[in-house]
Each structure stands twice: as structure tokens, then as C-alpha cells.
């Protein structure tokens, strides 16, 4: 049983949640293997987990989530500020009145017959400056169990906490898994984040998107830093020495396969490495020098399982085959393991899929796994975890790159002329949408910064605050743009992808050294097709011309979108809609 510090505010939050939703059991979580295994053991008796082969995947666990509660719902995500300016014009928002008039019905005696799981973690290495301090109460044991992969939690979090009472409030019930019901709510003036009726991950998992992005962005404009939803990857070169950069793609857009990439053949023969940080949120802060460091919040992963396989990213594989739990794959009930579209060609014969249903790969028409099924998965199981991970100080970052699925319109890869324009290159991320969140899939939408989802205050700030910060660091890491996603006109990839980007991210990386060449566009600079090394690569003829093209007609459709876009912000900078002229003049030249 944890030990609880002798503080007032915590303790009687608790107590105030606990008269709220009249659990049967308070369950404070100590992170101890004793009392994990003892959870893990009452989820596998009510159904809410399956234990996995013990052989094949040590310590992994099965679990479906409700049917309607598969993916994040932007929809009934709210951030609740006292006037609709502060969330600005890309955020739904209720007054905090409203909120809680409307929500707290919902709370009321929702545990009953349950037992509240109270979980201290840290967002950070415990005990770092740079570090925040959550506490979630729940009552699903897949949350509790999920949060204590997916952060660091359990008795060193109160003991770092000791008396204060600054924390996040976290406060999340399963309630009735009603979707007219749910609600993801966020009071960013009171630091706290109510959620109701999901058990499903971003929903749900509070210290992730609730928190380390929405609360954490404001946290970041008032206290000078950055929380962004960005992979971190550090490259060691043959003289082993380590860049590190961050890449902001959004939901689905291949975050997790960047951050772990096995690089081609001819680079590992060379000597070079590929170590990850994170690879899904980053908090960017300014170190003593003047540079750009960043860390990764989280101590786990929550990945997309569909597309994850031994040939696109062995690294996340090799993460899931211990202490790992999924959700809405595919059971293979003749070994007991686990199956999903993707992870190889050898589809189980004697299955379930996603909805528990009788699953025959074989014959079967539909998807076995759901498309946004995930794995929980420690950080400590990927084989190439960077050693910098618990570095409270971070790592500092020699480049920053946006990226989206774009069929057409954007190159494989441009840089920004410099940190202004780069702001304004990630101010106009798209994307086609996908499974991460529910809606319709494959329509291009205005992603900027993949932030769309997770900023907490009003955008135009948000995009100010970049620029502020630019001004304020002294090496500024140069911007990219990639797109791994561009299309020939049968819907084909032009791109291999995957391992096969570290050949654009050597590029990148010249390009900070100034090592390499880069030739004029009206969008940015580009490589010429000697500047890539594409040794080795199959493309078909004409594919990397193609993937270096500008095509002015094409973009300058993408400028009259922009302008409907930044037509909606009151606050938006003006340094922006410049840049944005400007980007129109050279496309009319
Ligand atoms: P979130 O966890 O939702 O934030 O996603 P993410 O950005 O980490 O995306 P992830 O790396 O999990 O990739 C999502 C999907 O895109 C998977 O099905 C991948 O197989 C696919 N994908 C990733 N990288 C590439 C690539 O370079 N090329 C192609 N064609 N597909 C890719
Ligand atoms: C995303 O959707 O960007 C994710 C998964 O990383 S979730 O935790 O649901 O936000
Ligand atoms: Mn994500």
C-alpha cells in the first residue's frame, strides 16, 4: 500500500472525488510489481484482460475496448475557459460553469459497486525541473495499468510531490461508456482534466494528450516552453557523434516508425545508428547555452499495431514482445498471441477479431484488427531506446520537421528559409485524415503543427508563442516539410519510406552542417536529385523528379485554402499572413 504524503491538497481532492463518485474501494496505485500483478490478476478475473502466452509474449496482456470507444473524439473534446477567445476558433469550448453544470451529473455516484484507483506519476524523469506531476483517479484497471506503462507512476511520484499542491487534477470514470455522454474536458485555469464514458486511449490515458499537450501548451506559454506533438530521434553518425531532431507529423502519419527506423543496408555498413527518444510528444525547453533541448514526457509507447511488422519497424515489434498490452487486435486462439493487418503474412486460421467475433484469416473479407488498434508498450523494451531517455536535461535539437499525408501537392522534402517561414510552414500542415480519430478518413484537413487536436488556448497565441521563442533561442534548429506520402496516378507511394527515410534525414541533417546543396523554390529550399543518396533504391522512373516537383498550380490552390484558414483566427500574427503573401508573390513570378 503506497505511503501517503501528509499533504492537504492532495488528500482532500481525493476525498472530494471520492464523495463525488461513491467508489466502494479507494486503491492508492504504488507502482510496486506486487501490486501491478495483483491488478493484472483481477483484470484477467473480470474480463477486462486476457493473459497472453507466457511464453511467446511474457507479461502481455489482451483487451478490447467498447465497440463505440475505439479512437479519440475530437468531437466532445473540450477546453473550458472563461470567454471562447481564450480556446480561440479550432477548439470546442464551454465555459467552466457550463462544464461542470453539465458533467458533474454524470460523476455523481458513477463508481459505485468500483473501486477508485488513485495514480501519482510524473510526466518526465521524477524529480527534474523541467518535470509535472499528474494524479489520475479512475476506475478502469486498463488505465491504471496503461498510465503505469505509459508514465512513471507510483510511490517516488508522492514522495516528489511531498506536500505540494501542484499537480494536475486528473478525474476519469468509464461511467457508462455512453457515447451521447462523453466528454473530454479541460480547465486549463484550475490545471485539472475531467473525462467520462471512454476507457480508450487519448480519452482516457489523461497524462498523454489531456495533459502533456493541452494542459502542458499553456503551461509552456506562460512558463517559456514548448509541449509538442513530435517524435524525438537522435542519429549517430560513423564518427559517433549524435544529432537529435523532432518531428511533428500528426495522428497515424508515422511518428512512431520515424522515431525507430533501421536505417538502409548502406548506412549500417557505414556505421550509422538510430537511437529514439520519444515518439509522440516532446517538451522543447531552452537550455543554459541558448539551444533548443527537448524531452520526452512519456516512459511508454501507445502505438498503432496495424502496418507495424518485422520488414516497416522491427524495433516497435521487438518493443511489444514483453510487458505489453493490446487493444483491439486480432487473438489468435491457437497459440494465444496476437494478430493484426500488417504484422506479417501468416494470418491465424483459428482466430477473433477486433469485436471478439470468429476471425479466419484465411477467408476472412474484413479487417481482423480495428485500424487504430494500439499497443501499450515500456519505452525500456525497444532495443533502440536512446540512453538519453531519462536525461532530465534533455537532448538538444539540431533540426524540427512537419510532415503530413499529402497524395499531391507537397515534395518528399523542403527546408524553410528560416525560422519565421518555418513557422509559417508548420502553421499550414495538412493532412488526410486517419483512424486515430474518429470521422471521416482521407479528407485533407489543416493540421498546423499536428496540433490541431492538442493545442490548449487559442491557436493564434500558440503561433506566436513559436515566433517568441524563436527570437529567444540562440542556435535555431532549421524547419523542414517531408511527405512520405506522395502518390503516382494509380495511388501508388512514390516513396519506399520507412528505413528508407533516413536518406531524406541525412539530408536534413547536412544541411544544419551546411554540408549540403539546396536549389530555390517558391515553397522552400529543395534538394536536387543528386543531393539525396538514393543508392540502392528501385524507384521507378521519373519518381524522385516527381517527388521533387513544385507544381505552382497545385500550390496555388493550397494558398487560397490557407487563406480561408488563417481567415478565421482574430489573433493570427502578422509576421504569418506576410509570409503568406509572400509565398503567393513567388508562386506568381
Ligand atoms: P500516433 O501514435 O497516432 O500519433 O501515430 P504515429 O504518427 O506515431 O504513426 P505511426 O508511426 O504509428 O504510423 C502510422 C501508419 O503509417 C502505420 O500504419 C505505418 O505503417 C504507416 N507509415 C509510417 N511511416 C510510413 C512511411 O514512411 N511510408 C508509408 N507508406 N507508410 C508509413
Ligand atoms: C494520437 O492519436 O495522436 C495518439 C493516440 O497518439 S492517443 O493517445 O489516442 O491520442
Ligand atoms: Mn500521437
Known amino acids: 500500500m503506497a505511503n501517503l504524503p501528509d499533504n492537504r491538497a492532495l488528500l482532500d481532492w481525493i476525498e472530494e472525488c471520492r464523495t463525488l463518485m461513491t467508489p466502494d474501494e479507494v486503491e492508492w496505485v504504488d507502482g510496486s510489481e506486487e501490486q501491478l500483478e495483483r491488478l493484472r490478476t483481477r483484470a484477467v478475473q473480470t474480463g477486462e484482460m486476457h493473459r497472453l502466452n507466457p511464453e511467446l509474449l511474457p507479461g502481455c496482456y489482451y483487451h478490447r475496448s467498447h465497440p463505440t470507444d475505439v479512437a479519440r473524439v475530437e468531437d466532445r473534446t473540450f ?32 463508481m459505485k459497486g468500483r473501486t477508485m484507483y488513485v495514480i501519482p506519476y510524473s510526466m518526465g524523469p521524477i524529480g527534474s525541473e523541467f518535470s509535472k506531476i499528474g494524479i489520475e483517479v479512475t476506475d478502469s484497471i486498463y488505465v491504471a495499468l496503461s498510465m503505469c506503462i505509459m508514465t512513471r507512476a507510483g510511490q517516488a511520484v508522492l514522495d516528489q510531490l511531498g506536500s505540494s499542491g501542484d499537480f494536475v487534477r486528473c478525474l476519469h470514470s468509464k461511467g457508462t461508456l455512453s457515447p451521447e455522454d462523453r466528454y473530454i474536458l479541460h480547465f486549463p485555469e484550475e490545471d485539472s482534466i ?15 494528450k489531456c495533459f502533456a499537450l493541452r494542459i502542458a501548451s499553456v503551461l509552456g506559454r506562460r512558463e517559456g516552453w514548448m509541449a509538442e506533438h513530435m517524435l524525438i530521434v537522435g542519429i549517430e553518425n560513423p564518427k559517433g ?3 537529435y531532431i523532432c518531428a511533428a507529423f500528426p495522428s497515424a502519419c508515422g511518428k512512431t516508425n520515424l522515431a525507430m527506423l533501421i536505417p538502409p543496408e548502406l548506412y549500417r555498413k557505414k556505421g550509422y545508428k538510430v537511437w529514439t527518444v520519444g515518439d509522440d510528444i516532446a517538451w522543447l525547453r531552452i537550455g543554459a547555452d541558448g539551444r533548443l533541448y527537448a ?21 516497435a515489434l521487438a518493443a511489444t514482445r514483453k510487458n505489453t498490452i493490446f487493444t483491439n487486435v486480432v487473438r489468435n486462439l491457437k497459440d494465444n498471441t496476437v494478430w493484426w493487418e500488417g504484422l506479417d503474412k501468416n494470418p491465424p486460421e483459428f482466430g477473433e477479431d477486433w469485436l471478439g467475433n470468429p476471425w479466419n484469416g484465411k477467408t476472412a473479407t474484413e479487417k481482423g484488427a480495428q485500424p487504430n ?7 525500456s523494451g525497444c532495443p533502440c531506446i536512446s540512453d538519453k531517455v531519462d536525461d532530465p536535461a534533455g537532448v538538444p535539437i539540431s533540426a524540427i520537421i512537419f510532415g503530413g499525408r499529402r497524395a499531391h501537392t507537397a ?30 478518413i482521407g479528407v485533407v484537413r489543416r493540421d498546423p503543427m499536428a496540433m490541431l487536436p492538442f ?12 515566433l517568441t521563442m524563436g527570437d529567444k533561442i540562440k542556435e535555431r534548429p532549421k524547419i523542414f516539410h517531408v511527405n512520405w506520402f506522395r502518390q503516382d496516378d494509380e495511388g501508388n507511394y512514390l516513396w519506399p519510406g520507412f528505413g528508407d527515410n533516413m536518406r531524406v534525414l541525412e539530408w536534413v541533417l547536412d544541411r544544419c552542417e551546411g554540408k549540403a546543396e539546396a536549389v530555390d523554390s517558391p515553397v522552400g529550399l529543395l534538394p536536387r536529385e543528386q543531393d539525396l543518396n538514393v543508392e540502392g533504391l528501385a524507384l521507378k522512373p521519373g519518381a524522385l523528379t516527381e517527388l ?6 497545385v500550390w496555388k490552390e493550397e494558398v487560397k485554402g490557407l487563406r480561408e484558414f488563417y481567415a478565421k483566427f482574430d489573433r493570427m500574427p502578422k509576421a504569418l499572413k506576410e509570409q503568406l503573401d509572400q509565398l503567393e508573390t513567388r508562386l506568381a513570378e
Not at 475531467?194 to 498523454?208: M, P, V
Open 455 to 466: 493545442c490548449g488556448y487559442n491557436m493564434g497565441d500558440y503561433f506566436a508563442h513559436w
Open 373 to 379: 488498434s494500439r499497443f501499450t508498450a515500456p519505452l
Open 548 to 553: 521533387l516537383t513544385v507544381d505552382k498550380a
Open 411 to 440: 515534395p518528399l522534402v523542403f527546408e524553410s528559409f528560416d525560422w519565421t517561414h518555418g513557422v509559417f510552414v508548420g502553421s499550414a500542415l495538412a493532412s488526410e485524415t486517419t483512424a486515430a480519430t474518429q470521422g471521416k
Open 295 to 315: 524531452t520526452n514526457p512519456e516512459n511508454g509507447f501507445f502505438g498503432v499495431a496495424p502496418g507495424t511488422g518485422a520488414k516497416t519497424n522491427p524495433n
Open 241 to 243: 557523434e549524435t544529432k
Open 194 to 208: 475531467w473525462s467520462i464514458n471512454s476507457g480508450y486511449g487519448g480519452n482516457a490515458l489523461q497524462g498523454k
Open 79 to 110: 477546453i473550458c475557459t472563461p470567454t471562447r477567445e481564450e480556446a480561440g476558433p479550432t477548439n470546442n469550448h464551454m465555459t467552466p460553469d457550463e462544464a461542470r453544470a453539465k458533467v458533474l451529473p454524470l460523476y455523481k455516484g458513477c
